[in-house]
């Protein structure tokens, strides 16, 4: 049977490794390691197909360890006593070096489980994950390892693979092989970083190659952009891609960017993820433009609205006017900061009375001498009158500070002007 072209093309060294020069470059630290042939826990974190499973069967091959693999998935604790028996044995005389997939699906019980095999050097773990492992792995197991993050592959990085794998389907196909030159780097462009997509798309595409009239095969861009369709997203809406996404679209507002605000909007919307950029855009005009334009929420709320009602794909048009407006406006982060110190006095437990003038009059029925004496402000001019509203605990406390945009400072300007004095 014939190898599927992404196991064949698989690197048989360092050197041949796509991308990660920064942990396998010439003094990349995790290379050093390999090099040394010393055996050590690791944990690989990084999106798939960045070479995580081939730097795993690299390290088996220079410590002379017997590699298992299984995938948490799947796996049980009895696969893992499996192993253990075969430690010491001809199946492993060395100790086993166990890469364990998808680490973050394993419970704390059966994470634990290989503490004790870790510690007395019977299993030397490598554990892959595509998420956050200071969120998903067991704390022991961390300290008893090196966490290494993957990055995606740039596509200058993934086109020479593209190219080896094209070269390679020439020799194995029976009909001669052509391709239009813009064909690898559309590629090595679409699959968004990930190797072994590239690789598999290559596959697929040669052998849905139809014949010209020469008899040549001829991968065209057209069949490529159609098998590379949305490969360039990465994107689990539980997952790390989900939210540093929408922290991008949040930080690229934030920044005045509307360019970025649009492009990271976009990937949420191509992934058919319509409720979180709308959430997001509503918590953007409160946090980040706020009281410098008090009108963005409303109408960020009514850009949302009419997206839930259209659906996508025209939803994009609202929320991309949101995003733009969101992105120009001028903002202010002093409602948020105010709310946020609120909230942390009163977690630490500074509250105190309510001042006896805001109660609520029921107490003015008890019969005591408690009256009110509450001053309505309607009452006096401008509005106003001098009065204490927060606890005696608190009194003087400044939760609320002027911004510098132009709507709060016109704000300032009147209540200094109807208090008499600055504020």
Request: proline share 5%.
């Amino acid at each position: 049977m014939e190898r599927p072209l992404a196991d064949e093309i698989r690197p048989q060294s360092l050197d041949e490794v796509v991308g990660q020069r920064h942990l396998l470059g010439p003094n990349g630290v995790l290379r050093r390691i390999i090099e040394s042939g010393v055996s050590a826990n690791m944990v690989f974190y990084g999106p798939s197909g960045t070479g995580k499973t081939t730097i795993a069967n690299l390290i088996a091959q220079r410590t002379h360890r017997t590699l298992y693999r299984l995938n948490a998935t799947t796996a049980s604790l009895q696969d893992i006593k499996d192993i253990i028996a075969d430690v010491g044995t001809l199946m492993a005389p060395g100790g086993a070096l166990l890469y364990l997939d998808e680490i973050q699906y394993f419970n704390k019980k059966q994470q634990q489980s290989l503490l004790e095999f870790m510690e007395n050097g019977k299993i030397t773990l490598i554990a892959s994950t595509t998420e956050n492992p200071y969120f998903y792995v067991y704390t022991a197991l961390l300290s008893r390892s090196t966490v290494f993050e993957f990055k995606a592959v740039s596509p200058k990085e993934v086109l020479p693979a593209v190219e080896r794998a094209l070269k390679i389907e020439q020799e194995r196909l029976e009909l001669p092989l052509k391709w239009e030159e813009e064909v690898p780097l559309d590629i090595a462009t679409a699959c968004g970083g990930d190797v072994r997509k590239a690789i598999n798309a290559v596959e697929l595409l040669c052998r849905s190659a139809l014949p010209d009239p020469e008899g040549n095969l001829v991968l065209t861009r057209e069949d490529a952009s159609q098998l590379a369709q949305r490969s360039a997203m990465r994107y689990d809406r539980d997952g790390d891609a989900h939210y540093d996404i929408l922290s991008a679209l949040q930080k690229s507002i934030r920044g005045s960017d509307p360019d970025a605000a649009v492009h990271y909007l976009a990937r949420l919307l191509e992934a058919g993820d319509l409720l979180s950029p709308c959430r997001r855009l509503l918590v953007i005009a409160a946090e980040d433009i706020g009281l410098a334009y008090p009108q963005a929420i409303a109408i960020t709320k009514a850009c949302v609205d009419a997206a839930v009602q259209l659906g996508l794909p025209e939803a994009r048009l609202p929320l991309a006017e949101a995003a733009i407006l969101l992105a120009t406006a001028p903002k202010s982060n002093t409602a948020h900061n105010a709310i946020i110190a609120a909230m942390a006095d009163v977690a630490k437990g500074k509250t105190g009375d309510i001042p006896r003038c805001l109660q609520n009059v029921h107490a003015d029925t008890t019969g005591f001498d408690n009256k009110q004496h509450y001053k309505y402000p309607h009452d006096y001019p401008n509005r106003w009158v001098e009065q204490q509203y927060l606890p005696d605990a608190l009194q003087g406390v400044r939760y609320y500070q002027w911004g510098d945009n132009k709507t709060e400072q016109a704000a300032r300007a009147y209540w200094e002007k109807i208090k008499g004095g600055p504020l």
